[in-house]
């Protein structure tokens, strides 16, 4: 949980709706790895930049 309120401290207005997307990615990279990683070049592959 910790990686969430660093997360969340960085960027400090969050919506209710980005909260929850941030909780839900950073959850999948630790509990499903190779979908976040699918997902995460998915989206690279689009041209969004991912950290």
């Known amino acids: 949980m910790g990686e969430i309120a660093k997360r969340m401290k960085?960027?400090?207005c969050w919506s209710e709706g980005g909260a929850?997307?941030?909780l839900n990615l950073?959850?999948?990279?630790?509990?499903?790895?190779?979908?976040y990683e699918s997902f995460i070049g998915e989206m690279v592959g689009k041209g969004y930049m991912v950290e």
């Open 26 to 35: 950073l959850l999948k990279r630790y509990a499903e790895r190779k979908k």
């Open 20 to 22: 929850k997307n941030l």
């Open 10 to 12: 960085k960027w400090t």
